[in-house]
């Protein structure tokens, strides 16, 4: 109910205080007095003089009687109309707009805003690029708490509320409107296309390039994601609020301050450690600010193990009497419902989200008269909750189909406004097609605080080909005075080659990387280092590998050649895969092999189907390789080989004698079951009937001594025997006559019976499949400073000095678990390793036919198929030096070419065999994503490491466990045992 008096006291209030009040009673009696029918009101849109000084202008300037219908212009003023009846729209700018809106606000008929309020400079603060006040600044300095003045606005209650949405759609119209009224003044071209206009200076720059938009707005493993919501019992809230016994719910500026100090604080407790976060801030239904953040944390900081987990989350009501503060906090912030009945049974997701220990510990909490207990609680941590005291949901996120989820989520956003293409008329009278290509909008508020945001910073690079940067101008520029713009020439991307110029220590860095180290300054076109803060460049995918560029020519530069087109660079740097390649390497091989080797690799090419013209590869190279032909043909007085065909003859090459022997002690050591086997067999080959055998037996069970037995047995009488497995360790496990060794070994029936019993699951307590297994002492190193280092030394002593010698090295390995840890060691012997390093970098890409059948693959990038790192295939760089050691078939190199490397045989039968070895297709036989990956690159990895499930089968002498972190199983221990 309104209270009579207090109406006519504000009426009389307004009316002797308030000009603009007087003004509209001078109408109003206008009006009564007058018999014309349609009279307006309006003020003037230009005030000729400063409203600070002049608050109660004359009459004349502030109202003006109007007869007719006058048009009002381009400036839309606040117009009232007495008999149409139709409402007129209120132009934001006029410095009466918000008194006359909201006179209870400004009984004084004090000015609101206007554009030409100027900034105050302060000695203190750098001198501001603008000069004159923006609406959001002067909304931003009424919001500030201000003693020496009466704040009015500020304890209005539910209109100080309507006063804050109302400013916030007039900044947001402002901004719109600028957009729409300056778009037209853009012009863009490339630089190398524009520059054909300088012989003609003085043409406008209407006439030339091309209509563009204002650039538009940014808005926007295991990874952790957290919630953090706005609580209004926060002790900073409350004291600002008692002051002016308002509620939280009074005073949204301090609400939202708060909030923002409290997010600021949480991130730099997260960016402590070594993560990545983006955040989205959004709005609940009942006006409270919360955040979502996505956490991405680097590897070595990964909780790999669910007992990690559970030390930073937890779900579990803390126990009321030894903890009761927290008791409350969990109690008050972080139990979930109950909606309606209770849920009597656990529902557990398939979404990615971990199901987390939630014990039976019997504490309990009372809400709405319901008693619940662990399974209510959502996920919180303990030291964030404790610090922070409000709703502080964390969760462990683990499968990228909710990862991606999440990311739409936090980045959906809230309503925005969206503008659309308008056909407008030109000063001829024409129409043309304005192309309004502005995608997003950056959702701003009041005290500018950001919408979305992510950190370390993300910094877009950009580059271009020589020349072909873009230019900007405005309509009515000439072309002269645009070319002639010191600066033109400079971009982003020129200025970063010009900088490794300068700077020799950071030529290491690639564009991307650069900026961590670095800070663009935009209006200075230079580069200068970073003093604080760190940034993460992205670009549109190009080779991340170059690396130091100083010029266009030293990125077509590749091993101190210059090639006419970045194509052909890619190609020679093997980005990009094509048959020139190999041709390349057929010819690089001819200088360092006999025509033997050449046609040995041009098959190995066709086998594993690389080339998509061999017939183009044949008829560059073909006379490479039959250079011997007529040679070999035309030779006399040379007794004649028996075996004419070169493959038999290989397979006939070995030591009958020495075979001879190795069999008769392999044949005497064997079992009864063993016999049989071997028997059965061995009958089948000496009727020539024929067959198929599987040999089928655990780890363990003498599977290659049967192999070896009828190997020697068939070679010693004289026999072919071919050894075929599906894995590139055949000629290992399958070993042949000339490099057959009779090591007698005798094994402590101790070390026996406890290795049987690791292979066997016997030690160790049988929980939750996690167990403990005491590995003796003997075995261990138990004093080093870099495990690394010494396990390194351990297993290689003298490295250095064997480095090259084929004997030292082909009995030796280090095993990890893991593929990451073995790339790890290969990398630091690599570094010991004298010489000059090559690395040579994958061409990756989808198989087409996934592409087929799901067309998202071919949205995925280069660079992100480079990252993927899986068994069976090398990793998208191949750091190499010669004499290092590879795996598979274990070679050492011995010669490094741009497509093509020699390497030599160290294990097997063809020990001290020379091999030429080019890139060639490959795909992962076992992999857990959902696409095919073709990567082309050379077939073999730095091999001082090996993963343990590679090894199984080798025969090693001196072997090295590291083990950083737990192994998956019994048999995993027993295997590298």
Known sequence: VLDEDIIIATKNMLDNNNHYAQKFRMARDKLQSSIVSDLKLKLIYDWQSDGRLYNLPNTTEVAVLIVGDEHTGNHRDIIIEKQTGLLKIINELHPAYLLLQYPLLYPRGEDGYRPDIPHKDHPNIHAAKRKKVTMREYFCYRLQSMNNEAQTILHSRRLFQQWIVDGYCMIESQRLNYVRQHQQQLRVEKYINLNVYNNAPETLGNEKGKRVILPSSFVGAQRPILTLTCNLAWPEIQRKVRKSNLTPHDCPDVVSRIFKIKLNQLMNDLKRGHVFVIYTIEWQKRGLSHAHILIFLQPANKYPNPEDIDKIISTEIQNKYTDPELYEIVSKHMIHGPCELPNRTIIVDQDGFPVYMRTNDGHTVQKHGIELDNRFVVPYSLQLLLKYRTHMNVEWCNQSTSIKYLFKYINKGSDRITTS????????????????????????????????????????????????????????????????????????????????????????????????????????????????????????????????????????????????????????????????????????????????????????????????????????????????????????????????????????????????????????????????????????????????????????????????????????????VLTIASSGIASLLLPGGRTTHSNSTHELKQFSDWLLDIGDGKLGQPNDGHCEITIPDEFLIMDFEDPIQEIIDTTYPDLLQNYNNADFLQKRAILASTKDVVDKINDYVLSLIPGDEKEYCSA????????????????????????????????????????????????????????????????????????????????????????????????????????????QGQSLAHVGLYLPNPVFCHDQLYVAL
């Open 421 to 720: 293409t308008v056909n407008v008329q030109n000063q001829n009278g024409r129409q043309h097609q304005v192309d309004n290509e502005i995608k997003q909008y950056l959702d701003c508020r009041i005290f500018a605080f950001p919408m979305h945001g992510c950190a370390p910073a993300v910094e877009h690079l950009y580059f271009y080909l020589e020349n072909q940067q873009l230019v900007y101008w405005t309509d009515n520029q000439q072309i002269g005075t645009v070319l002639s713009k010191s600066t033109i020439k400079e971009s982003m991307f020129t200025t970063w080659m010009h900088s490794n110029k300068i700077y020799h220590d950071e030529r290491d860095l690639t564009y991307p990387e650069y900026v961590s180290k670095f800070v663009y300054v935009a209006h200075k076109r230079c580069w200068q280092p970073r003093k604080q803060g760190n940034t993460i460049g992205r670009l549109i995918w190009v080779p991340l590998q170059l690396e130091s560029s100083q010029s266009y020519k030293d990125i077509r530069t590749v091993d101190n050649v210059v090639y006419h087109t970045f194509r052909e660079a890619c190609f020679a740097k093997g980005f990009l895969g094509s048959d020139q390649e190999f041709v390349g390497a057929l010819r690089e091989a001819n200088t360092w092999g006999t025509p033997h080797f050449l046609r040995k690799l041009f098959v190995n090419l066709l086998f594993m189907n690389t080339m998509e013209r061999p017939e183009y590869v044949w008829q560059q190279t073909w006379r490479w390789m039959a250079d011997d032909i007529v040679f070999n043909h035309t030779s006399q007085g040379y007794a004649a080989n028996p075996h004419q065909n070169k493959l038999i003859y290989n397979e006939m090459a070995y030591d009958m004698e020495v075979l001879a022997v190795e069999f008769n002690r392999c044949y005497h050591s064997m079992t009864d079951e063993q016999a049989s086997i071997f028997d059965n067999i061995m009958r089948v080959v000496a009727s020539q009937l024929g067959g198929v055998y599987f040999l089928y037996g655990y780890g363990g069970t003498g599977k290659k001594f049967m192999w070896k037995t009828l190997s020697s047995a068939m070679r010693s009488n004289g026999g072919i």
């Open 844 to 951: 990756d890409s989808v198989n087409k036919s996934d592409e087929l059948l799901n067309p998202t693959f071919g949205v995925l990038t280069p660079e992100f198929l480079n990252t993927l790192k899986t068994s069976g295939i090398p990793n998208h760089k191949l750091r190499i030096k010669i004499d290092g050691l590879c795996n598979g078939t274990q070679l050492i190199v011995t010669k490094l070419g741009t497509n093509v490397v020699e390497a030599e045989v160290i294990t097997g039968p063809n020990v001290g065999h020379r091999t030429y070895i080019s890139r060639m297709n490959m795909s992962p036989s076992d992999s857990s994503w959902p696409f095919k990956l073709i990567r082309r690159q050379f077939p073999f990895i730095v091999s001082f490491a090996m993963t343990i499930n590679k090894s």
